[in-house]
């Protein structure tokens, strides 16, 4: 059964620093290109970044230089460095395969930029 599991989002100030984690089971974990999605309340999910097994990795215009994503495969873990957070981050942060399926989303990790 395959399986995401989200960690350390939390509230946070704006340009504040959070980092993310997603462990992996289930999967052939190299076998896939990974991402974080987010989602804002009343707005749709939308891509955030992704990393290749390579790790080649591509980003949303408005997190390029602030956010990093990267994987270590031998721990099945994904992870999204976010620093200069804004309240416009504000959002539950998921990760799934890039291109996702919609079988595996996980819980999500909230994360809130507010001072």
């Known amino acids: 059964q395959v399986k995401f599991v989200e960690s350390g989002g939390g509230l946070v100030q704006p340009g504040g620093s959070l980092r993310l984690s997603c462990t992996a089971s289930?999967?052939?974990?190299?076998?896939?290109?990974m991402a974080w999605y987010r989602q804002a309340p009343g707005k749709q999910r939308e891509l955030v970044a992704h990393i290749f097994s390579s790790d080649i990795a591509n980003y949303k215009d408005s997190v390029k230089g602030r956010f990093t994503i990267s994987r270590d495969n031998a721990k099945n873990t994904v992870y999204l460095q976010m620093n200069i957070l804004s309240p416009e981050d504000t959002a539950v942060y998921y990760c799934?395969?890039?291109?996702?399926?919609?079988?595996?989303w996980g819980q999500g990790t909230q994360v809130t930029v507010s001072s």
């Open positions: 289930g999967i052939i974990f190299t076998g896939y290109a």
């Open positions: 799934n395969r890039r291109p996702y399926d919609d079988r595996y």
